[in-house]
T-cell receptor, first 113, second 115 residues
Framework: GNSVTQMEGPVTLSEEAFLTINCTYTATGYPSLFWYVQYPGEGLQLLLKATKADDKGSNKGFEATYRKETTSFHLEKGSVQVSDSAVYFCALSGPHNNNDMRFGAGTRLTVKP | GAGVSQSPSNKVTEKGKDVELRCDPISGHTALYWYRQSLGQGLEFLIYFQGNSAPDKSGLPSDRFSAERTGGSVSTLTIQRTQQEDSAVYLC?????????????FGPGTRLTVL
């Protein structure tokens, strides 16, 4: 079945450092890929997504590229801020319908000033 | 506009009691999902409703868990004879069409503690 494996945390960085959170997936066909973020005390919210191979999702300075050849969707940001401290979840759905969404275990990021 | 809402936000119950968790999806969204988030774990899919179709119950962990969605809108997740391992945050999400690539919007969750 479909599954997602993401880098285990926690990850601690200094402000303005470069961030990479690795995510790889196993799925048949071409699923859609997502990164969700959960800020302290808040609910899950979509950060970015990509629905086909080679697409790049981007939002708030974060980027992730859908790599079919490596079955990966790594999350990157060039310069993190304290406000980026949160738990990040990689997820996939499909390829045929959305009810087959699978989430990774989450990676907790702490950014220190 | 209003997002997905869930109630109660916190529920403490005794082992063996039944609990009901409520979800109000975003108006107009045809798909509704329930997930469970255990401490330090990712999200575990429980059940999915899409329009008038039969729900996908493949993620329910046991027959103590059930859910219904009335009138294509509000959903209730019921856990009968609760056990301590049921303690978790129960998240509800909705999406417009429930198709591949459709964004799911999450509620704040209900934190269930079974003593």
């Amino acid at each position: 079945g479909n599954s997602v494996t993401q880098m285990e945390g926690p990850v601690t960085l200094s402000e303005e450092a470069f961030l990479t959170i690795n995510c790889t997936y196993t799925a048949t066909g071409y699923p859609s890929l997502f990164w969700y973020v959960q800020y302290p005390g808040e609910g899950l919210q979509l950060l970015l997504k990509a629905t086909k191979a080679d697409d790049k999702g981007s939002n708030k300075g974060f980027e992730a590229t859908y790599r079919k050849e490596t079955t990966s969707f790594h999350l990157e940001k060039g310069s993190v801020q304290v406000s980026d401290s949160a738990v990040y979840f990689c997820a996939l759905s499909g390829p045929h319908n959305n009810n087959d969404m699978r989430f990774g275990a989450g990676t907790r990021l702490t950014v220190k000033p | 506009g209003a997002g997905v809402s869930q109630s109660p936000s916190n529920k403490v119950t005794e082992k063996g009691k039944d609990v009901e968790l409520r979800c109000d999806p975003i108006s107009g969204h045809t798909a509704l999902y329930w997930y469970r988030q255990s401490l330090g774990q990712g999200l575990e899919f429980l059940i999915y409703f899409q329009g008038n179709s039969a729900p996908d119950k493949s993620g329910l962990p046991s027959d103590r868990f059930s859910a219904e969605r009335t009138g294509g809108s509000v959903s209730t997740l019921t856990i009968q004879r609760t056990q301590q391992e049921d303690s978790a945050v129960y998240l509800c999400a909705s999406s417009l069409f429930g198709t591949n690539g459709d964004t799911q919007y999450f509620g704040p969750g209900t934190r269930l503690t079974v003593l």
